[in-house]
């Protein structure tokens, strides 16, 4: 089955203790400052513990965060004025400002901010997915056993059901400016198309939790999942690229068939 939209996905957002912390300050509290727990996160979890690390750490201020997942950036907002101390902060080598999309200066005077760029990165392949199986029609019991009675009858006994997607992503290519375009744009034009795909693939073997856009005219519908598996690695912990030479396509680049496992929450 082939996808009739094109797709992407939205990683990067792992915190560590070198990008930890958000420093900022309060009219009555004064500088204070917010340090989120340390792992990987979705982009909507990412977002989400921005707003409980500044709740925890603020006296008089409660915080809520709004993404456009239009544009992925994120708008912080406060009950009362604040100031994000981007620059400034004792903490800034630490700062998980850059991950948000704060940029800038330091921001003042305002109970809300706006990010200057998108949160973290988006993979976009150039084509549509191949040999696509979508979450809805490939699920399968988690940690099942079937026991049959003395009487015949057949127990299951599972802890849910999980959910996973499957494709192919293909016709990825470092393109050199004077090449031409495909006719009639069916592969969309990159110039870091393969390296686009490789940066992907290494984030998605740490296993840390991504989301899946099926189709990029509706960034509201996606789908929280982790890289279950590849081809050469069935941990999904490993992958190893495969270039398309055979057919007659040198330096473009697919994975083959890797799947990904639905995260519920």
């Known amino acids: 089955m082939t996808i009739k939209t094109y797709s992407a996905w939205t990683y990067g957002h792992t915190i560590t203790d070198n990008n930890k912390f958000l420093e900022f300050e309060e009219a009555v509290s ?125 127990e299951v006994i599972k802890y849910g059901d999980v959910n996973f997607m499957s494709c192919n992503i293909t016709l990825q290519k470092n393109q050199s400016p004077d090449e031409p375009r495909s006719k009639g744009n069916i592969i969309k034009y990159s110039q870091t198309g393969y390296t686009d795909l490789l940066n992907f693939v290494r984030y998605a073997v740490t296993k840390a939790p991504i989301e899946f856009i099926p189709d990029l005219d509706n960034p509201n519908s996606f789908t929280k999942c982790l890289l279950e598996s590849t081809p050469s690695e069935r941990t999904g912990t490993g992958f190893r690229l495969r270039e398309l030479y055979p057919q007659g396509l040198a330096d473009w680049f697919e994975t083959g068939t890797i799947v990904f496992r639905k995260i519920i929450g």
Request: aromatic share 8%; glycine share 8%.
């Open 30 to 154: 004064g500088v204070l400052i917010a340090e989120l727990n340390v792992g990987s996160y979705s982009l909507s979890g990412y977002v989400s513990e921005i707003a409980r690390a500044m709740n925890a750490a603020s006296l008089n201020v409660t915080y809520t965060t709004i993404l456009d997942r239009a544009t992925r950036k994120v708008t912080i907002n406060g009950t009362s004025t604040f100031s994000l101390l981007i620059n400034s902060a004792t903490t800034a080598p630490q700062s998980t400002y850059s991950l948000a999309g704060f940029n800038g200066a330091d921001l003042t005077g305002s109970a809300s901010y706006e990010g200057d760029s998108p949160s973290g990165s988006l993979f976009e392949p150039q084509f549509l997915l191949q040999d696509f199986v979508d979450f809805d029609i490939d699920q399968r019991a988690n940690n099942v056993t079937v026991n049959e009675t003395p009487s015949g009858i057949i």
